[in-house]
């Protein structure tokens, strides 16, 4: 079974903290996502990553980064957490190619206060 | 990515085949038909996808049709664990230069009744 394993279920930050949201996958997959999502929103891709070292942005990048320095291991980091910033965090991981799957993880539940 | 059409909800009796049908009358040769289901406050759960043929394995069934413009996905033996919301998605992949995004649609809430 593919297992993408999200650092932390829930957290509670300051304004102004640095955050840092950890995802590993076991499966050895190149693409790795992170999204956010909110309620009559959806699904929001914040980062996507092809490869170690190798990042694009997604739709809302803005105040947050992303750090890929081994193949399993994605990384999500608030700068400076902020409250618009509340939300949930996923995760996610594929092997490249048409009609892939893409596995999510069980989420981060971010406030930030 | 094509559009995608579901009921916003169903019910179905435990240990009964609960039957959940999708609409995509514009999707393209490439498209992929996807499953994925979400239970409150978890992270979505794929189910199955498949191209053309039905397809099967140990959770569901996929039935799309000839024409490839509708699609249902079958859960044999409904158990209450099973309530979720359940998205339709249509799509190439995920990866490099496809954008994705992951667009849920409206969704059908499946409940399944004791």
């Known amino acids: 079974d593919v297992k993408v394993t999200q650092s932390s279920r829930y957290l509670v930050k300051r304004t102004g903290e640095k955050v840092f949201l950890e995802c590993v996958q076991d499966?050895?997959?190149?693409?790795m996502f992170w999204y956010r999502q909110d309620p009559g929103l959806g699904l929001r891709l914040i980062y996507f990553?092809?490869?170690?070292?190798?990042?694009e942005k997604g739709d809302i990048p803005e105040g947050y980064s992303v750090s890929r320095e081994k193949k399993e291991r994605f990384s999500l980091i608030l700068e400076s957490a902020s409250t618009n910033q509340t939300s949930m965090y996923l995760c996610?991981?594929?092997?490249?190619?048409?009609?892939?799957?893409?596995?999510f993880g069980e989420g981060s539940w971010l406030t930030v206060v | 990515d094509a559009k995608t059409t579901q009921p916003t909800s169903m019910d179905c009796a435990e240990g009964r085949a609960a039957n959940l049908p999708c609409n995509h009358s514009t999707i393209s040769g490439n498209e992929y038909v996807y499953w994925y289901r979400q239970i409150h406050s978890q992270g979505p759960q794929y189910i199955i996808h498949g191209l053309k043929n039905n397809e099967t394995n140990e959770m569901a069934s996929l039935i799309i049709t000839e024409d490839r413009k509708s699609s249902t996905l079958i859960l044999p033996h409904a158990t209450l664990r099973d309530t979720a919301v359940y998205y339709c998605?249509?799509?190439?992949?995920?990866?490099?230069?496809?954008?994705?995004?992951?667009?849920f649609g409206t969704g059908t809430s499946l409940t399944v009744i004791p």
């Open positions: 990553s092809y490869d170690v070292k190798m990042k």
């Open positions: 998605i249509v799509r190439v992949a995920w990866g490099r230069d496809t954008g994705n995004q992951f667009y």
């Open positions: 996610a991981s594929s092997l490249p190619g048409k009609g892939n799957t893409i596995y």
């Open positions: 499966m050895d997959h190149e693409n």
